[in-house]
């Protein structure tokens, strides 16, 4: 990384910024902000799941198409938040709703295996290079197997995770998603800091966290506790806190140093997979985990969630000692979308289209933050990316949690209220493209972040 002279950012400037922004985007959502107060009556909070109530208010979506999105007051946006990045493959793709169409026509559940099965399958395997998988209905449920199939094998309890990532609202690995400064302990030995009220307290003795891009500290968990660990689940590259990439060799120092203690590495991929290359993160770095779990872009849309792994840690489920179930799982519904998704939009060439889109918006926010020598820098790969509002390399989520929120908070303002849908803003701003999303739509994102450039620097 090149050493730069950089700004230091006026958060009184930012507090300014922040409250002209916001009396600008709450007349645009007087639909959305009236909405919310009657979905309140029957439903809690008025939204559906707590993140979608991020401040300033909630918006509400009438619908979408292709790169793009209406809310309910009518406003259009260019659509980079993808719903958390699930709709890689674009809004209302013509060859998913034909395929959702026609199965809606033909019946939508049986809890019976149907024909679809063969052709999503042999896709992840060729993508992700795991041999055997099994389907379920969402992220959560893919890591909750994770775990779970990591714990069979080994009759071990004892998951290593690493701090700051998010694998989902299940209790085994709820902890240290985005834990507050005061609370994360010593780096050697981080508190396991449950995220939620009521996640028991047992759960926490069964979990290490561990920094990010850190072989010793894994290292140091393994001889700590040697014996006792199933395994580790890595976001391979960090997601939930922008994008904070692996470093070389470090993912395959953890399959390494997992396997010496007879340990498994399982690699959640609900972010990456199929997002930042078609075979996601294995194929970018290079390195094929025990477990592979997987969600958001592979349905199309539609709930969905996979787990791939070895042969070998199959075998309980094939014994039938492991019951992997679910009334949902493998609807065909979510099948016949996923088959559409990875065979017909998700092909190959869509990831040269994301490599292309990427250059235009890293090299266009890297122009922008040279010239206003902003404290920040652009990471990301294929349909994602983020600006990260650090001057020095954010390795793990220590580095990146002491940045403040109210600089992310405004940057999303700033494209909010000129027409770019972002994911809720919170710790570090991550864009998603979609196969739609073209280079024009790269400038007017690098438009509105040098309109937030001009106006923190003037
Ligand atoms: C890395 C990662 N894993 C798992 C999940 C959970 O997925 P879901 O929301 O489909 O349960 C998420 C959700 O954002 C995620 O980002």
Redesign the pocket.
Known sequence: MVVRETIDIDLDRIDRLIEEEEAKLEPKHRASIAYRAVAEHTIAGGVA?SWQAAPPHAIYVDHGLGNRLWDIDGNEYLDFHLG???MVAGHAHPKIVEAVQRQAALGTHFAQPTKDLDAVGDNLAERFELPLWRFC???????LEAARLMRANTGRETIIKIEG?????HDSLMFSVAPAPAKVGPREHPNTVPQALGIPKAMAEIVRVVPFNDLDEVRRALAENEGKVAGMIV?PA???CGVILPEPGYLQGLKDLLHQHGAFLAF?????GATIAYGGATEAFGVTPDII?L??AIGGGL???AIGATRELYRPVLDDEYDMAGTFNGNPLTMAASRATLTEVLTRDAYDGFDAVHEVLADGCTSVIERYRLPAYVTGLGAKGSVIYSSTPVREYRDAMVIDERITYVAWLFQQNRGVFKSPWSKQETWTTSVFHTEDDARRYVENFEELAAALTA
């Open positions: 799941s958390y990045g699930a209905n969402s992220g959560t449920e893919a890591t990532t998010y694998h989902g609202h976001e960090m997601m939930n959640d991929e609900v972010k990456t779990c969600a958001k709930p969905c969630g």
